[in-house]
């Protein structure tokens, strides 16, 4: 038993546990618990952002509209796809290739759908006519990125009507074909914009007011 | 030597292994070797790197269809009726993602005025029950309505061909609808009879105004018109009829800014919520009770010669009209004396109102006879129950069990199995009412609508429906009330709008104001000659509704159960409560098992030493010992210091309906002949307060000090001479710390008022509820570790049975200069900008530092993990506030989230906060309007002028601590100058 707890063996378990931690550290796929900075995992339906909000120019509120009203964001509920995607079965590339196609070959024009988008039609129980089919409709599981550590409460609703912008959090969305988490959602990432007013509260413009304190976020 | 050999054992069976199958483990295991440790380090090693990895992928599941105006994260609120208790309180539910998480008082509502009481509050549990009955049973098996309604179709025929009688048996219908379905019922099926009884009876009221106006009413009583307030045993703050309406109503006549103010005078025989807050209290047993309200009787008309019923006799005529004498004791003799009283001072019409009567009660206790003689003719082939537990209220439950066993076919309406339904054929359970449709008139001209707040968790179905099923109808629950109410609301609306406008603003409103179904009564006749025969003095018991259960039908529910009572701070018990001389005759300490004995029925209870009581009654709580309390068996942390309260199957405190008697026709709860015996046994009741007087023990303070001013009181005279009597001289107060406290924006600040405060601790468990705050059991609670952030202190002063009584609620002060804030070593609880005092769950160590330094002793520690596995009972959870674990310190955050969401909202809206936007839990609920909560910072709050008040001051503000919670003077209608003495 002498030997069990002899003095080489505290300085191997030493090593160990440094290198155990250096390893933590330095390799990038190993992080600190809840800083997930760089998350971007594949999502059920390949909705692509850079389209929709880079191309397109949808308005970020028009899909997360509860970041005005409400704490959570939200994600969006199928029926929002669904008033586009009523009308928009694919790609516009993809329609004039089948348009292109259907003249060589001197046919009817097919309806094109895009297979990721028919997994809106799955989801909701619909057939390629967007009619039910019969089949039972089952929500889409969607993977969360950004997630808050426990015992914080975030609002959307405070910090877009204090005219945060969403870049300012989430990064240049609008060019991302999959989403990545920029932010590591830390307390001293939080609190570099929480203590903008600092000392100078009088003159400090008004969204930056009051907001270092703890109550603020931990309740 | 020995380790040697072990280890060649070791090796042997090591070697052994690679010959012939596993290594003896046992022996393995004996031994480390160097090698061995380095494996299971690297193991660990890797095991705490993996766990190092990503967070758990977490989904978000959207809805498929967006329901419309729906937006997550967002609470929602429905109007709808309380159904907790009998009173029907218009409430408000919030409901949060789709699960209602709390019950408010709906202000608009013209019974509860925006209060709700302990009972309602709680009630919002029951919903989320995982013990609750969710399917119709037949012979205890699960079955199908499908097949229940098959088979009790051939049963009423069966009843039908046999010429047996059907029995409706149920407490008060308070709805329309259902009575309406009632009477279809009864019409369809000849031989049937319907009976109504309550078990906390009104029924002697009821039958006194049919002696004296020919029509049995319980009338409105109108205490906010009434000057003078005569109170023979009604607890009418905390339990008597409609304690939330009465609260409201009481407290209006009772605004110490006006220049008067209601007297109000109790005569009781043990200490009540009402009582504490009377004016006068005088202590009298219920014999002596009968006797002062003939003798006042006959001093009004000229006869009397005892002296305080002449006293009251000539107050009562002063207040002609404006006076308003009640009764709790339940029986008619009693009843009619206080009709001829209330008659004779030209009360009726004024402080009464018979016109538009209560509706709460309307059972008879004759009934309950009736009954009885039917079953015991063998007549009846159908017994049908609903909202009432006869098994285990009535006097003779037990024989009522053993003449159930007769009945072909008995059916349960209760959504838990109680009593009565555990003995029933078919187990037709009813939904929570969170969860179904209902209309009722608890009150003449008001109908109170319920509507499901939440889709039906499974298979109930209501009696209303069940009924009307029965009937041969086909229609939904909501149909069959629509269907009544399209010719009802015909006849009884006031104006003419389309009834589908009139209809959605009912459900939108949770009230409508209606004609009221005139009671059209007799001209008053003075009833039948009444003797007042003298009883000579003995032991009787006094078994009464408590604040928490009432009749027992909630005891199911943990946070009532750990609710402690207002008066004796009792908790997760009922016991006999006996005055402090009769304890010193008997020789009982606090905490003794006695055995209380009247005929065959016996029960054993610990004693509890009770100030303020007669001397001749032993007081038991009602709705205690009720199946279904099992559960509560395992309530608490478990640990090895862990003391069982109880054995494994046996229930929350006692029965003491046992003990009830029925005597001329009305069922008795006082005036009980008993004995009692000591049994020599103990029992430990655990109480949350312990401290009851503020008079410091001889000897250990000086004598400028002998009482310590926490509760500061004195008399309306007094206070209109001086607004500032009854205050304790200010100290020169000095400070260390610097004035760094800017408060530039806001600063919050409460105000409670010991005037209006009636203990009823309505606040305590909308606190709970609010703010996830676990139940402990009643073994931590014995250990002082309940969790309640806000607790209501009552403290005595005076002597045995003349004591006052003063209610303090007590919270976190939030103190500017808080002694719990430097002591903490990780800085887990701070000062914020606005006057709050802040606990950060996640820096806390647990430390207990804050607590011990803390004066007011309001911090509360997590010394277990108390959140519960029980996800159905789990989805009461306010998703606002975290849910602390095992090594937390808590308490009061002044409902921050709720500041918060004020906050952002207002902001998004470009608006500024006003005074009264944010509401805190306990000051929404306060039924009496004691608590205000405001800005410190905005000169019009109503804090600001109430921190100006000469009423107000703060409890220890000799430690100049400064906190944000003050407290207005008690103040009492009194003329006697009863003055304690101050200290300097």
Redo the contacts between chains.
């Keep these: 038993?002498d030997?069990?707890f002899g003095k080489q063996?505290k300085y191997?378990?030493l090593i160990?546990?440094v290198l155990?931690v250096v390893?933590?550290i330095s390799n990038s796929?190993?992080?600190i618990?809840?800083n997930?900075e760089g998350?971007q995992?594949e999502q059920p339906i390949k909705f692509s952002h850079q389209v929709h909000a880079g191309e397109l120019k949808i308005s970020c509120l028009y899909c997360h509209?509860?970041a005005?009203?409400?704490?959570?964001a939200?994600?969006?509920?199928?029926?929002?796809c669904m008033n586009c995607h009523k009308f928009v079965s694919a790609s516009s590339d993809s329609l004039n290739l089948e348009e292109i196609q259907a003249e060589k070959e001197g046919r009817d024009i097919k309806t094109v759908i895009s297979p990721e988008i028919a997994k809106i039609y799955t989801?909701?129980g619909y057939d390629e006519q967007l009619q039910p089919s019969g089949e039972a409709?089952k929500?889409?599981?969607?993977?969360?990125i950004h997630?808050l550590a426990?015992?914080?409460?975030f609002?959307h609703?405070?910090h877009n009507?204090?005219g945060v912008n969403c870049n300012e959090c989430h990064g240049e969305i609008e060019t991302m074909e999959q989403v990545r988490q920029v932010s590591d959602l830390s307390m001293g990432w939080c609190l570099d914009c929480h203590r903008e007013a600092g000392e100078n509260?009088?003159t400090a413009p008004e969204r930056t007011?009051?907001l270092s304190?703890?109550?603020?976020c931990?309740? | 030597m020995k380790e040697k050999k072990n280890q060649t054992q070791t090796d042997a069976s090591l070697e052994k292994k690679d010959v012939s199958g596993p290594p003896d483990l046992e022996l393995k295991s004996m031994v480390t070797t160097r090698r061995n440790f380095l494996k299971a380090t690297g193991f660990s090693m890797a095991a705490f790197l993996a766990s190092c990895s990503r967070a758990p992928v977490e989904k978000a599941i959207p809805f498929l269809i967006q329901p419309e105006e729906v937006i997550p994260g967002k609470a929602y609120w429905y109007a709808s009726t309380s159904h907790s208790c009998p009173s029907g309180c218009g409430v408000l539910v919030k409901n949060r993602d789709g699960r209602p998480i709390k019950i408010e008082g709906n202000p608009e509502h013209p019974v509860s005025q925006g209060g709700v009481c302990p009972v309602c509050q709680a009630g919002i549990l029951g919903l989320y029950d995982s013990k609750r009955l969710f399917h119709p049973m037949k012979n205890e098996k699960k079955s199908s309505w499908e097949n229940i309604d098959n088979a009790i179709a051939g049963d009423i025929n069966k009843a039908i061909s046999e010429k047996k009688d059907i029995v409706l048996l149920t407490g008060t219908i308070t709805s329309p609808s259902t009575r309406e379905y009632i009477q279809r019922f009864l019409n369809k099926y000849k031989n049937s009879f319907h009976y109504e009884y309550d078990p906390v009876s009104y029924s002697a009221i009821l039958d006194a105004h049919k002696i004296n106006y020919g029509e049995r009413i319980l009338p409105g009583y109108k205490f906010d018109k009434a000057d003078l307030i005569i109170s023979f045993e009604a607890d009418f703050l905390g339990t008597w009829i409609s304690p939330v309406q009465f609260t409201k109503d009481y407290r209006k006549n009772r605004d110490v800014s006006s220049n008067s103010i209601s007297e109000h005078i109790q005569i009781e025989s043990r200490l009540t919520i009402t009582g504490s807050k009377a004016d006068r209290r005088v202590v009298l047993d219920p014999e002596e009770i009968k006797g002062l309200i003939f003798n006042i009787y006959q001093a009004l008309t000229g006869r009397s010669k005892d002296h305080i019923a002449l006293e009251f006799a000539e107050k009562l005529i002063h207040n002609k009209g404006k006076s308003l004498v009640i009764s709790g004791i339940n029986d008619v003799e009693i009843q009619v004396m206080i009709n001829r009283i209330n008659h004779h001072l030209n009360n009726t019409g004024k402080t009464l109102d018979l016109n538009n009567p209560s509706l709460q009660f309307k059972g008879d206790d004759n009934s309950i006879e009736k009954l009885f003689s039917k079953l015991e003719n063998g007549k009846v082939g159908i017994l049908m129950i609903h909202n009432v537990n006869p098994v285990y209220e009535l006097p003779n439950g037990e024989n009522f069990a053993a003449l159930m066993k007769n009945i072909d076919t008995t059916i349960s309406f209760s959504s838990i199995m109680d009593e009565s339904t555990e003995k029933c054929s078919y187990a037709c359970p009813e939904p929570h009412y969170l969860e179904s449709w209902s209309d009722d008139e608890f009150n003449s001209g008001i109908i109170s609508m319920t509507q499901p707040v939440i889709k039906m968790f499974k298979d109930n179905r209501s009696f209303r429906h069940s009924l009307a099923v029965w009937s041969g109808s086909e229609k939904s629950d909501l149909e069959l009330i629509r269907d009544y109410w399209k010719t009802g609301y015909k006849i009884r609306n006031r104006g003419n709008e389309s009834f589908n406008l009139w209809w959605d603003k009912l459900v939108h409103d949770g009230y409508t104001i209606l004609k009221s179904v005139e009671k059209t009564h007799g001209p008053f006749t003075d009833g039948k000659i009444i003797s007042n025969t003298k009883i000579p003095a003995r032991l009787t018991l006094s078994a009464y509704p408590s604040v928490q259960l009432l009749d027992g039908r909630n005891s199911g529910n943990p946070w009532l159960q750990e609710l402690p009572d207002p008066i004796t701070k009792t908790t997760w018990d009922n016991f006999a409560s006996v005055s402090f001389e009769k304890a010193a005759e008997l020789d009982l300490k606090n905490g003794d098992v006695v055995k209380i004995s009247s005929g065959e029925n016996h029960v054993e209870l610990p004693v509890h030493l009770q100030a303020g009581q007669h001397n001749n009654i032993i007081a038991v709580a009602l709705g205690y010992g009720r199946k279904g309390t099992e559960r509560f068996f395992d309530t608490g942390p478990k640990w090895i210091q862990r003391k069982q309260s109880s054995d494994k199957n046996s229930y929350v405190g006692k029965n003491i309906s046992p003990f009830l008697k029925i005597f001329k026709n009305t069922l008795r709860y006082s005036a009980i002949p008993v004995t009692i015996e000591k049994t020599g046994k103990t029992y430990n009741l655990a109480y949350t307060q312990t401290y009851n007087s503020l008079v410091n023990p001889e000897n250990t303070a000086p004598a400028t000090m002998k009482v310590r001013p926490f509760v500061q009181e004195t008399e309306f005279v007094e206070y209109k001479k001086d607004p500032s009597s009854g205050s304790h001289t200010i100290h020169k107060l000095q400070s260390m710390w610097k004035e760094d406290h800017p408060y530039k924006d806001h600063h919050w600040a409460m105000a409670i008022d010991l005037s209006a405060c009636t203990g009823c601790s309505a606040c305590v468990v909308s606190c709970q509820v609010e703010n996830n705050i676990p139940v402990v059991g009643r073994d931590e609670v014995y250990r002082r570790r309940e969790m309640h952030w806000l607790r209501i202190d009552r403290y005595y002063s005076g002597e045995s049975s003349d004591v006052d009584v003063s209610f303090q609620p007590m919270l976190c002060q939030h103190c500017d200069n808080a002694p719990c804030e430097p002591v903490c070593p990780v800085l887990a609880t701070v000062h914020s900008s606005e006057g709050l005092s802040q606990q950060i769950y996640n820096r806390c160590v647990g430390t207990r530092f804050c607590a011990n330094n803390c004066p007011y002793k309001v911090r509360r520690f997590n010394w277990f993990e108390y959140a519960k596995k029980d996800n159905l009972e789990n989805m009461i959870l306010n998703p606002d506030v975290t849910v602390r674990s095992r090594g937390v310190m808590e308490k009061c955050s002044m409902c921050i989230q709720r500041i918060q969401e004020v906050k952002i909202e207002s902001k998004a809206n470009g608006v500024k906060i006003k005074d009264g936007d944010i509401k805190l839990a306990c000051e929404q609920s306060c039924p009496a309007d004691a608590i205000v909560f405001g800005d410190l910072n905005d000169p019009e709050s109503r804090i600001s002028r109430l921190s100006k008040d000469p009423r107000h001051y703060h409890v220890l503000e000799e430690l100049n601590i400064r906190p944000a919670i003050g407290y207005m003077t008690n103040i009492r209608n009194r003329e006697k100058i009863k003055r304690k003495k101050d200290h300097g």
């Design positions: 038993m030997k069990l063996l191997i378990s160990i546990l155990g390893l933590i796929n190993y992080h618990p809840s997930n998350y995992p509209f509860g005005e009203k409400s704490r959570h939200g994600i969006p509920a199928l029926s929002i989801a909701l409709s929500p889409v599981e969607w993977i969360k997630n426990d015992y914080v409460f609002s609703q405070a009507n204090a509260f009088d007011k009051l304190d703890c109550s603020t931990h309740y």
